[in-house]
């Protein structure tokens, strides 16, 4: 990162677990953004293919199912040359596993049904992870299932804690289309639409001339 005076300031990423039972665990600001991001777009429709009703080949059921994946770098350096206490004893686990645990079903709610199984009863309701949201600027807030990471640890110190290390990032963005109007995700991702729509507009207004074809729908 520049420490030019005059570069604008980078806004971070971030992963968001909307967790009320531990908020502070559930926030992970990217320590450096990622340098590139993949997004796979896959169209909801009801029909096409060979057997499919032709008249319901444009039909959409939903929005796209979308994919991201990125890789983030984490590094201690800089923690650890200014002798911060939770890095020194325990280098980037803590970073770690703020991002692990949000795969991980609460103990607590484990625990619990472990109880409610052994003293009989035969319908355990599976628990339901916190909301997650990937934030990639304003524009770009994202409810989102982390559907697999993996770390690559890339050095240690005494005590064998990883003191650098590449997380390779999968989420599944959902939609309104996965989610109960009641969620704040489902509003969520409808805000991200229309600005999504907005911004599509604005381009067709200024590249649509350059095409040198009518672009007039009857």
Do not use: C
């Not at 770098?73 to 980037?92: C, F, K, M, P, Y």
């Not at 200024?206 to 074809?213: E, F, K, L, N, W």
Request: proline content about 7%; hydrophobic content about 40%.
């Amino acid at each position: 990162m520049t420490t030019f005076p005059l570069s604008p300031r980078v806004l971070k990423g971030a992963i968001v677990g909307l967790d009320k039972f531990n908020p502070a665990a559930s926030v992970i600001v990217f320590q450096y953004n990622p340098d590139s991001m993949t997004r796979k777009l896959k169209a909801r429709t009801s029909g096409g293919g060979d057997s499919a009703d032709r008249t319901e080949a444009l039909r959409l059921i939903g929005p796209p199912e979308e994919t991201i994946t990125t890789s983030v770098e984490i590094d201690a350096t800089d923690q650890l040359e200014r002798n911060e206490a939770v890095t020194l004893s325990s280098g980037l686990n803590p970073t770690l596993a703020a991002l692990e645990v949000l795969l991980y079903p609460k103990s607590a709610h484990v625990i619990k049904n472990w109880a409610l199984a052994e003293a009989g009863n035969l319908e355990i309701v599976p628990i339901e992870a916190p909301l997650t949201l990937f934030v990639w600027g304003p524009q770009r807030v994202l409810p989102v299932r982390i559907t697999s990471f993996s770390i690559t640890e890339e050095a240690f110190d005494t005590m064998l804690n990883p003191t650098r290390a590449k997380v390779d990032l999968t989420m599944q963005v959902l939609s309104y289309y996965d989610l109960k109007a009641s969620n704040p995700g489902f509003s969520l991702f409808a805000a991200y639409q229309i600005v999504k729509e907005i911004m599509a507009t604005t381009n067709t207004f200024s590249d649509a001339h350059r095409t040198g074809a009518p672009l007039k729908i009857v």
